[in-house]
């Protein structure tokens, strides 16, 4: 059976047998327990991950100690802190397994080599890359743009099966207010005339 990044890789650029194998040895598997950090603020973000299985969050605490998650990565997203990978600095984030998760984890000095001996990948993180930013440009638009309930709608339209999955107060700070009025929000959909 092929792995979900090659099948992933695979709608995005094509690739022979031995480049599928080959390419799959410059990553390796990480099993990563619940509520555990990939990342902590301070290190240099070493990898970037793409899940398999399970759920990843990027978050920072703000300076009243409060969590604030930037973005998630279900199965067959990628997640890194791109601006300390890239520049092997501190970070300024967390990354933690929202639940019990196998991840792909592709440290900095392996994607050197894996784009050096496959040029091909470039095309395919090019894309990556492109797509992640244009779901935080689309993110930004959306909290100029959208009422706090409406956020919450737009998440829950676009994303239906995504939202049972994370805990409540995560999701609350993701759309940037408290857990409380996650709560009233819920209360009124449901309560709303069919």
Known sequence: MESKLIEHISR???LTD??????????????????????????????QYFVEKGCLRLFFINDKGAEQTTQFAIENWWLADYMSYGNQQASAFYIQAVERSQVLSLDHYALEKLLGEHPEMERYFRIMYQRAYA???????????????EMYH?????????????????????????????SEIRKKTFLKPV
């Open 135 to 149: 779901a935080s440009q689309f993110r930004i638009k959306y909290l100029y743009e959208l009422s706090r309930e």
């Open 18 to 47: 031995s480049e599928k194998n080959s390419i799959l040895d410059f990553f390796k598997p990480v099993h990563i327990a619940k509520k555990k950090n990939l990342l902590e603020e301070g290190e240099p973000c070493r990898s």
């Open 154 to 182: 737009q998440f829950i339209s676009n994303y239906p099966g995504f939202a049972q999955r994370i805990p409540q107060y995560m999701l609350a700070s993701f759309l940037g207010f408290t857990p409380e009025y996650l």
């Open 12 to 14: 995005h650029i094509r």
